[in-house]
């Protein structure tokens, strides 16, 4: 079994940092695509950004470089900075993984999303 933890969530105020990580763990063999959805109150999930293996990136419409991706293979880790964090940004914050487990079988894993509230 694979999953997925998000950390680093929690209240923050407007105009500050957020760095949420992803870290993946359980029976991997390797993983691909990763990537950051977000799902504020009332809207729909929404594309933040992904990052292949080789850390090749390509982020959502909305994002215009505010958020930058990350991931270290390694640790199996992947990380969402964004500085000038705006009420807007309050969301519930989602990674998923493209993972074949140790029987070569593949499948996309969600984690169970962290809270990210701007507010003062």
Known sequence: QVQLVESGGGMVQPGGSLRLSCAASGSIFRIDDMGWYRQAPG???ELVGRISRDGSTNYGDFVKGQFTI???NAKNTM???KNRLKPEDTAVYYCNADVADTSAIWKTYWGQGTQVTVSS
Do not use: F, H, P, V
Request: zero cysteines.
């Open 79 to 81: 990380y969402l900075q």
């Open 43 to 45: 809207k729909q999930r």
């Open 70 to 72: 990350s991931r270290d």
